[in-house]
């Protein structure tokens, strides 16, 4: 049996062009980027999630030399989410980025220990969330999902 994977997304010249609400957690997720520690890739990522009771979290990815003892900035503000707000729903997630690993040309993708993460959130609370993806000031995308970023997931039908 043949199938088809498809995903839905939405792309922006800037991030500018998001309603006021998403552009707060742009500027909160570049905020975050600047604590990175990224010693060895030298590409800062900052993530900041608003949660149902408006509860803004950010993270940002904190690289270790005995690696990959580091983790993901999105996996940062998702577990601290989970660990301080555990009945609060994610309604949206901005990631965001700044290094020579990503042209300014190429969509932001998170990794894929990143996209498992949030889909279990996304399955853990019986909701679907925003993900915004801004390279550098450039690039936004806009996914209604996380099973848009990993149709095929782990143990997730």
Not at 6 to 34: G, M, P, T
Not at 98 to 122: A, H, W
Request: with cysteine.
């Amino acid at each position: 049996m043949e199938k088809e994977l498809r995903i839905k997304y939405q792309r922006f010249e800037h991030w500018n062009a998001l309603d006021e609400s998403d552009q707060v957690l742009v500027n909160k997720a570049f905020e975050a980027c600047k604590n990175a520690y990224a010693p060895y890739s030298k590409f800062n990522v900052g993530a900041a999630l608003r949660l149902s009771n408006g509860e803004e979290i950010t993270g940002s990815n904190q690289e270790n030399v005995a690696y990959p003892s580091g983790l993901c900035a999105e996996r940062v503000a998702l577990f601290y989410a989970g660990a301080n707000f555990p009945d609060e729903s994610v309604e949206s997630l901005c990631i965001v980025a700044k290094g020579e690993l990503l042209p300014l040309d190429k969509v932001l993708s998170p990794c894929g220990g990143c996209r498992q993460v949030m889909l279990e959130t996304e399955n853990r609370q019986s909701k679907a969330y925003r993900i915004i993806l801004v390279n550098q000031d450039e690039t936004v995308t806009v996914f209604n999902s996380a099973h848009d970023l990993l149709p095929l997931a782990f143990g997730i039908d």
